[in-house]
Structures are given as structure tokens and as C-alpha cells.
């Protein structure tokens, strides 16, 4: 099963925020008596009186700091202002102010009406006593956003002005209630209910007030005129005949050219170069691009602009941008060898996969598909499309001026594919997915070449570029890739070296990392499934299972094949990951892959998926059983496991800006499993291993981080007190209650790291789902053998 987006958890923080006349947020309990919580600019604890509480004066709809437009420094919302300070409340798994949930979903703050009145519908406490979620009502609302599907009516998806728009509430009043019941597909994490009817289908205005920092540090190179602008708002309305359909599509507000132009300038400064197709020195916005590409750009842009109400708004345009593509490609079947249609495709997919909404993420799924079929029919960027007549309007070009056209068109068909393909092998290297192409069908295609050629801006700084040749050199994929397929081990199978490993650019090592990671899914698989086997054969005859860590370590075709991908790993590492820091986006993406790659071919992603609620509350005590025999049966193994993801977390965290454009989703994946894989290991190993490990860390030099002495040593000091008090004497009953004391805060020291780092990485939605996906398996009990034993 994929790990996808986190649907709404059945329960909420316990807390809502209280603005007061200082611009501070008070934060404070709503079912149990209104005791206060300490906030960032508090030391003192403070009961407030329910009537005073009600006689504030309050502003209809809430003012909020991370939103005020008169903050001209202003460029992305920052979610981790929102985090609680660590270990303020020792017993609650409450790290957010309820701000953030207000933030997420980009509204006011929900409990607006309660809080004036100070009344909560006794109906609705009891519904939701009966539910066993006694805390506020409306959670199933709050994160839907970027947390899942949302329930609201169903208007037109005409795009409206700001006096047609109605205000959509979903918060606690005394007027309505949610329903009684909610799926259960929507309530457990990673799972979605095709049938629910919860969707965002509407969308606010995103606008820019003037002076801001996104208007002054505009460039207009990419922006579009109003001829454009109205193609966009024509494209998105109903086609003729379809008008039936509008009531499944939301409502929203395109925002005014001059917003529009800065959310693509936004594409183009933070986004493109993660996909380069377009050729920047070129490309002309109004005439070369079709309209749905410039709707997709738009999307991308809404999502790094960090303004209120975008994250809604990409969502709900995801969705319309989609749906007409799928319908125009239906009317002009011309549009499936189109490449500049494909790539809106892409961008939609990308988009859908991480944007952090349930059905979104499904039906990018349906998009990748279709994006395999059509890249095919182009002959993988092979295939030349037929020359289109010159403008006789146009002056006559030079002959280099013309060759210089042609090679961009042919390097954007290369660059086209090569974005699909990256976007098709991440369903394996951090979706758990296989891939659809296989290398086989690729090995004649050649890399992207150097950005240096790629940037030229003028025909003769091409030329002047590429010297006595005629077009830049590149790399075939078969040649890139074949040292890391063929005999990886070199000298270790009777060679003198291994295979000369070519000279790649940032973009290219990358994608051969990508197929090397997919070979190592394969691998784990095959591994997955040999440990099934065995093991119904086990069952099948009473016998001791064949998948005991002696029987793996004597498999030949296991241990061969795992040497194989090490040395793939440690080879690639060796030649094309820096040093130093990383300096490009590849190059951080390549490191997060590489990461990620080594810490998988351990411990099996299903079986950690299982142990987070993909399978839902019954998958979860098997899962649990298996990782215990995983880091108890080969102890070494889970150490050394273990260790790669302390450097990995390490490696990301000291680069974590709150609000930075450099994020991706292959970090955000990589930074929220490691702390998962930490998770396991700490509370299922025997305590000599744990000890070794955190040797290993102190002796890698890791010591001395903050993730170090924040969580690992901690977890260490908990199992040291353990120890004492059950050398003290105490009976089984006393021992397990302190067992599962200690599980408990080891368990909330990890995951609370690890939601704050992912809260910090939150320019995709994915991220803040990861991090409410933490939380929410901290909130859990134990479930299974998940005592710390020794």
C-alpha cells in the first residue's frame, strides 16, 4: 500500500487560541474547565473566568500575525509558529496551538461563535461522547485542507467574483452538528473512502496587498497579458454539453493578473528548475504555452507563495485544471502527442501526489497513468513532430539561430520524458509502488545535457559554448547506468576494477540514482516475499520458520544480490555525491535518496507502514510483531540501520529554514521515515543493542547534535531508569505499568522531533500531513509486544 496522505484523526487537540489586545495568542482547553497552557510568551500558569472570556471584545472574523498583510517582510507562512514548546505538558501529545488548524485550513478560528457565546451544543458533546471523541467537534473539518477531504455543499465550478462567494463555516455552533458517523476510511490515517462525500469544493481569494514584498521583488520576464488571463478564465468554465457536471467540481476565485503574474514568476524562480522543460531565454508566455500548461504553473506557484487561502486554492485548482484536461484531450485526441500538454499533465500529477489532499493524491494516480501512455506514443521524446510553417511575418533567421531553435525543441522532448520518469520511479523509491518503465525500454535515451548549454540566451552564446561541436555532448542512460548494474562489486568477482562510471551533471547522477533505488525495490520484493513464503511454508508443516536471520544470511541469491546494491550505494555515493553541503536541488535530492536507499534495504517500508495504521488498528499489532523480531533477531543489522537514519535526520535538520522553497517531497519522505525507523529501534530493541548504537553514534561525530542530546540521550537516560527501578524490586504488574511508561515517552520524545522538523519542511502539504501523521501514532496506545524488554 502506498503511503499516502493522512486522512482527519478521530480526535483534535484540546485547546483553542484566544486573541487578546497584545497580538499574543492564549491558548486554552474548551471541554474540560478553561484552565490555561502555557504559551511562547508565557511563564506563569493563569485560570481565566468563563465571563470574562466571553466579554472581550472580539473582531468578527480573527486577525491573524502570520497573515498580516502590513508585514511587508512577509513570504511564506511559517507553520512551525504554531508548535507548542517541547515538553510543556509531559502527559498531552498536544504540540500545535489550535491556530494551526484554523491555518491549515485557511480560515478564522472555528470556535469564533463558541467563544463569544460561551455555549457549546450539548447535543453535539454527546454525539461525539458517544464516539468516543470528546474533544471538539468540528476536527474532522479542521484538517481539511491539507489533511483530507472536507465536507461542504456542492456549487458551481464556475469561477466567481468575490460578491458571489458565500463564507463557507464549519465550526461549532449551536445551529448544526456533524453527522453521527464518520467512514472509517476517512477517519484512519493513509486510507480513503472513494464514496465519501467530504471534498473541497471551494476556494477563497488569494490576493497580495500592495507594497508587498512578492509585488517588489517581482520580475516581469514570464508575465502574461490580459488576452492570456482571459484565455485562462475561459478555459476553465464548463465546454458546451458538460454543463451537468459542475455541481462535482468546487467554486473559486481566479486572483487579478497582477497576482497571477506573481504566482507564475514564483514558478519559474522556485520551481522550474526542479523540472526544467521550458527553455527560460525563449519562451514566450502568451504565445508558446497552452492554457492548461499556464493553469498548472499557476498551481505550482500558489503552492511556493506561502499566501493565505493558496493551499486551498491549488487544491480546488488541481482538480478543475484535471478534469479539463481530461476533457479537452477527449475532444482533440491530437493533444495526447502534444508535449506541452503532457507536461501540464505532469505538473498536475506532481502536484496532486503531494499538494496533501486524499483525493488529489488518488487521482494523480489515475494521471500518472495516462501520462505512461502518452509519453510512449511520443517514442519516450523521440519522436520528431512534424515541422510547422514559418511565419512569413517573422525577419529571416540565421542558419545558427535556426539550429539553435531546433535543439531546443528536440533537448525539451528529452527533458520532458526524463521529468516523467523521475515522477514514475518515485512510486518506488518513497511511495512503496513499483515502477511502470523499465530500463530495457530506455537504455538507447540519452541524459539532459549540461545546464551551461541549457542556459545559453542567445544563439551565438550557444555556438560560442559548444566550440567545433554540433549539439552539446551527453550520456546515454544505458552507459550512465550500466556501472551500477553490471558487476557493481568489481574486483570483489574477479576484475581488476569495475566499469568506468561516467561523467555526469547533477541531473543525470540523479536519475541514475533513482534507477538504482528501483532495483533495490525490486530486490525488496523479491526478499519480502521469500520471508512469506518460508514462512507458510513453516506454517504449513508445524516447522520452524526458514526466514531466522541464519537461514537469510546463508541464502545465497539474498546475500548476494544485498552485497550487490551496497556496493551500488557506496559507489555512487563515492562518485557523485559532494562532500560538503549540498549546492543544488539535485544534489539535495540525490542525498536524500541515497539516504533513504540504504536505511529500506534493511527494514522492509510495508512492514513500517504497517506498524503506522495503513492496513488500519488490526495491521498494526502484526507489524509491531515483525519489526521486534527485526531488531532482535539481527541486532547488528537494525543498528547499523539505525545509525543511517540518526545521519540522515542530522543531515536535514541542521539545514531546515521554517518556510524553505528547497524542500521536496523525496526529503520530506526521508526525513519522516528515518524518525519512524528511530522510533521502532528504540522502543523495540534490547537495551546492550540501543547501548552499542548510541556508540556508534558518539563515535560518527554525532554526538554533540541537538537530536542527539534531545531525544537519543534521553531515550537513553529512560531505559537507565528503568533499570534502576526494576534492580529495586518491584512485582510483574509494577514492572509493566513502568515498561509501558517508558515506551510511552520514548515514543513521544521521537515523533514530537520529528513533527516539529516536518512542520519546519512545510512548503508541500505532504509534509504537514507526515507531521500530523506522527502525532497522531504518538496519541496511540502501544499496541502489540512494543515494550522495551532486557
Given amino acids: 500500500m502506498a503511503l499516502q496522505p493522512i486522512s482527519e484523526p478521530n480526535s483534535a487537540p484540546q485547546h483553542v487560541s484566544q486573541r487578546h489586545n497584545d497580538d499574543s495568542y492564549q491558548t486554552y482547553h474548551v471541554l474540560k474547565p478553561l484552565v490555561h497552557r502555557k504559551s511562547h510568551l508565557e511563564s506563569q500558569p493563569f485560570a481565566p473566568n468563563i465571563t470574562n472570556h466571553i466579554e472581550q471584545a472580539r473582531p468578527k472574523i480573527p486577525q491573524y500575525n502570520h497573515f498580516d498583510p502590513i508585514d511587508e517582510s512577509f513570504l511564506q507562512l511559517d507553520f512551525s509558529s504554531f508548535l507548542l514548546p517541547p515538553g510543556m505538558n509531559e502527559n498531552s501529545n498536544d504540540w500545535y496551538s489550535f491556530d494551526f488548524y484554523s491555518a491549515i485550513r485557511e480560515t478564522g478560528n472555528e ?26 467537534a468540528s476536527h474532522d473539518m479542521i484538517l481539511g485542507t491539507a489533511l483530507g477531504d472536507h465536507a461542504f455543499s456542492r456549487p458551481s465550478h464556475h469561477t466567481t467574483s468575490n460578491n458571489e462567494q ?21 477517519n484512519w490515517p493513509l486510507m480513503w473512502n472513494p464514496c465519501s462525500t467530504h471534498k473541497i469544493l471551494h476556494a477563497d481569494p488569494v490576493d497580495i496587498p500592495n507594497g508587498h514584498r512578492l509585488f517588489r521583488t517581482h520580475k516581469t520576464r514570464f508575465d502574461i497579458t490580459e488576452q492570456t488571463f482571459a484565455r485562462i478564465q475561459a478555459f476553465l468554465k464548463p465546454p458546451t454539453g458538460c454543463e451537468s457536471l459542475d455541481t462535482h467540481i468546487g467554486t473559486f476565485t481566479l486572483p487579478s493578473l497582477p497576482v497571477m503574474n506573481v504566482l507564475i514568476g514564483l514558478f519559474f524562480e522556485h520551481f522550474s528548475s526542479q523540472m526544467p522543460v521550458l527553455h527560460h531565454a525563449t519562451v514566450d508566455m502568451n504565445t508558446d504555452l497552452p492554457t492548461p500548461l499556464l493553469a498548472a504553473i499557476i498551481i505550482i506557484g500558489a503552492t511556493y507563495s506561502g499566501l493565505r487561502n493558496s493551499r486551498r486554492f491549488a487544491i480546488v485548482l488541481i482538480d478543475i485544471v484535471r478534469w479539463h484536461i481530461q476533457v479537452s484531450i477527449e475532444f482533440d485526441n491530437n493533444l495526447m502527442g502534444d508535449n506541452m500538454a503532457i507536461y501540464a499533465q505532469a505538473l498536475i500529477c506532481y502536484a496532486g501526489l503531494w499538494c496533501g489532499n486524499k483525493r488529489a493524491f488518488e487521482m494523480a494516480e489515475s494521471v500518472r497513468a495516462n501520462l505512461m501512455i502518452f509519453i510512449r506514443r511520443t517514442g519516450f521524446g523521440c519522436n520528431v513532430p512534424p515541422d510547422t510553417k514559418e511565419n512569413d511575418t517573422l525577419p529571416p533567421k540565421s542558419l545558427i539561430e535556426l539550429e539553435w531553435e531546433r535543439w531546443i525543441a528536440k533537448e525539451t522532448r528529452s527533458r520532458l520524458f526524463w521529468v516523467i520518469y523521475y515522477i514514475d520511479l518515485q512510486f518506488p523509491t518513497i511511495l512503496n509502488l513499483p515502477a511502470t518503465i523499465a530500463i530495457i525500454e530506455i537504455g538507447h535515451l540519452s541524459f539532459p545535457c549540461d545546464n551551461v548549454f541549457w542556459a545559453a540566451r542567445s544563439a551565438h552564446e550557444w555556438k560560442r ?23 557493481p562489486l568489481g574486483a570483489s568477482v574477479g576484475q581488476r576494477q569495475g566499469l568506468p562510471r561516467m561523467n555526469l551533471n547533477d541531473w543525470g547522477a540523479f536519475l541514475v540514482l533513482l534507477a538504482v533505488s528501483n532495483e533495490l525495490f525490486e530486490f525488496c520484493q523479491l526478499s519480502n516475499f521469500l520471508s512469506a513464503f518460508s514462512q507458510s511454508q513453516a506454517n504449513e508443516t508445524n516447522g520452524v520458520p526458514t526466514n531466522s536471520p541464519d537461514r537469510r544470511r546463508t541464502n545465497p541469491l539474498i546475500m548476494e544480490r544485498r552485497t550487490q546494491h551496497i556496493a551500488s550505494l557506496n559507489a555512487f555515493s563515492s562518485t557523485y555525491l559532494p562532500v560538503s553541503k549540498p549546492s543544488t536541488h539535485f544534489q539535495r535530492q540525490s542525498r536524500a535518496i541515497h539516504h533513504l536507499s540504504l536505511i529500506l534495504l534493511d527494514i522492509p517500508l510495508t512492514t513500517i507502514q504497517g506498524a503506522l495504521g495503513t492496513s488500519g488498528p488490526t495491521g498494526i499489532p502484526p507489524a509491531i510483531a515483525k519489526l521486534k523480531a527485526w531488531a532482535r533477531d539481527d541486532p547488528y543489522k537494525a543498528e547499523n540501520c539505525a545509525f543511517n537514519a540518526v545521519r540522515a535526520i542530522v543531515a536535514f535538520t541542521s539545514e531546515v ?8 517531497p523525496d526529503i520530506i519522505i526521508t526525513v519522516f521515515l528515518c524518525h519512524l525507523v528511530i522510533w521502532i529501534f528504540s522502543t523495540l530493541s534490547e537495551r546492550p543493542s540501543y547501548k552499542r548504537f548510541m556508540g556508534m553514534v558518539r563515535d560518527g561525530g554525532l554526538g554533540s547534535t541537538v537530536f542527539c542530546r534531545d531525544v537519543l540521550s534521553r531515550v537513553e537516560g529512560l531505559d537507565d531508569e528503568l533499570e534502576r527501578s526494576e534492580r529495586g524490586g518491584m512485582d510483574s504488574k509494577r514492572r509493566e505499568e513502568a515498561r509501558e511508561k517508558v515506551e510511552r515517552r520514548k515514543r513521544k520524545l521521537v515523533l514530537e522531533h520529528g513533527t516539529q522538523v516536518c512542520t519546519r519542511l512545510g512548503t508541500w502539504g505532504a509534509a504537514l500531513n507526515v507531521a500530523m501523521l506522527l502525532q497522531k501514532r504518538a496519541d496511540m496506545k502501544s499496541e502489540g509486544p512494543g515494550s522495551n524488554e532486557g
Fill in 111 to 136: 470556535m469564533e461563535e463558541v467563544l463569544q457565546t460561551g455555549v457549546l451544543d450539548q447535543n453535539l458533546l454527546k454525539q461525539q461522547h458517544s464516539q468516543g471523541n470528546i474533544v471538539h
Fill in 465 to 487: 559554448l559548444l566550440g567545433t561541436a554540433s549539439i552539446p555532448p551527453t550520456v546515454s542512460f544505458a552507459a550512465a547506468m550500466g556501472p551500477f548494474i553490471v558487476n
Fill in 657 to 664: 529554514r521554517p518556510g524553505g522553497t528547497e524542500t521536496t
Fill in 166 to 186: 458565500k463564507p463557507v463555516t464549519a465550526g461549532i455552533t449551536p445551529k448544526q452538528s456533524p453527522s453521527n458517523t464518520t467512514p472509517i476510511d476517512d
